[in-house]
């Protein structure tokens, strides 16, 4: 007797994703969650009026071309329109990035700790990962990665900032890795937080891209331009890298209503912006109150604050959750914290003065 389908066998010890828990407060107490480096702002009235309209064509499929919304990033960003291709946010681009580069057992490198869909998008499309620690100060070892090519190695990803530590990958450094990574490499810049960088060594990927044909950038209207619930975001490559992402894409899969509020967005960067520039406030002031309370925490170019607290993560998650303030712990590790309203960024320090006591 069939005891059902055979499904693959490599889905057995795929990881699961995490995402971040819910503001739950006790007894109706105030509640913050900065557990998954959202941004903490409403949409503004401009997109918010132009979600409204798309929501009236709901009825219809959107634009599976996003033949608005490519000519729009192109023109902010100053590059070829047939060299972007969207997604369903930054994690359906990194999909569509290793589904394109990779055949069944290729090798994809990447720095750990990094952002946790890595490993499971690189099991899911058949891949092996070859991850490469972090340095002792929490910083991607370039040195390392670039040792760790082989003939298999079909796709580098380097999150810069670094998803979960904050550090970034400064032009120097990036540059001499890149000189040693061979052409026929793909190497993806995940710059899913890279509006909230203030360094000014830490390169704008675009200006490395330009030369590389073997470089493809990630951005995402989900952090920055807080639309995180409508799930779009977009690769910058040059040919045929793009055509691939395009092919690879799930169709329809950036609805209207995400298309049209990204545009609105564009449209509204200098009030967004100056929300940016309030969260990586907040932020320096939240790592010197942690620095004052005895903690080493590394300086962050996104918009959250990295702890590394080894085997105490759950108790410190657990005590925080306690309190109010919902974080990212990954056990064994540390707790990513992500910035967030002022109250709650206070509430989330008495956590950790109290803990580090």
């Known amino acids: 007797m069939s005891t059902g389908p055979k499904l693959r066998v490599a889905l057995d010890d795929i990881p699961t994703y995490k995402p971040g828990k819910p503001a739950v407060g006790a007894d109706g107490a105030p509640a913050f969650k900065l557990s998954s480096n959202e941004n903490p702002h409403d949409p503004l009235p401009g997109v ?33 329109e047939t060299h972007v291709a969207t997604g369903t946010g930054g994690v359906g681009v990194i999909q569509q ?12 490198i990447y720095p750990w700790r990094s952002f946790e869909a890595y490993p499971i998008i690189t099991k899911m499309v058949g891949a092996h990962s070859v991850q490469v620690p972090l340095t002792p100060d929490e910083h991607q070892d370039l040195d390392a990665i670039a040792a760790a090519i082989t003939d298999r190695t079909r796709l580098i990803v380097l999150c810069n900032p670094n998803n979960p530590t904050g550090t970034a990958i400064r032009r120097a450094e990036l540059e001499r890795f890149l000189d040693r990574v061979p052409g026929d490499v793909l190497v993806l810049i995940d710059e899913a937080y890279r509006e909230f960088v203030r360094d000014p060594e830490i390169p704008d990927g675009l200006e490395i891209y330009r030369e590389r044909p073997n470089v493809a950038l990630l951005r995402t209207f989900s952090k920055a331009y807080g639309l995180a619930g409508l799930r779009v975001g977009y690769a910058v490559a040059h040919e045929p890298v793009t055509t691939a992402l395009r092919k690879v894409a799930v ?14 967005s564009l449209a509204a960067e200098a009030e967004l912006f100056e929300r940016v520039e309030h969260i990586t406030k907040e932020r320096g002031r ?44 990954f056990p064994g590790e540390g707790a990513r914290v992500s910035i967030g309203e002022v109250d709650g960024n206070d509430l989330f320090l008495g956590v950790a003065g109290a803990f580090r006591s």
Request: aromatic residues 6%; proline residues 6%.
């Open 48 to 80: 918010l009026e132009a979600m409204e309209r798309a929501l009236r064509s709901h009825n219809r499929y959107p634009d599976m071309g996003c033949s608005a919304l490519i000519p729009a990033i192109a023109e902010r960003l100053g590059v070829p």
């Open 286 to 329: 939240v790592l010197d109150a942690l620095r004052d309370q005895g903690w080493t925490v590394p300086s962050s170019e996104g918009n959250f604050v990295w702890l590394r607290l080894g085997e105490r993560t759950m108790e410190f998650a657990e005590l925080a959750q306690a309190k109010g303030v919902m974080v990212r712990p």
């Open 251 to 264: 169709p329809f899969g950036v609805s209207q209503l995400a298309q049209d509020a990204a545009i609105a």
């Open 97 to 108: 990035v290793m589904q394109a580069a990779c055949d069944d057992r290729d090798e994809v």
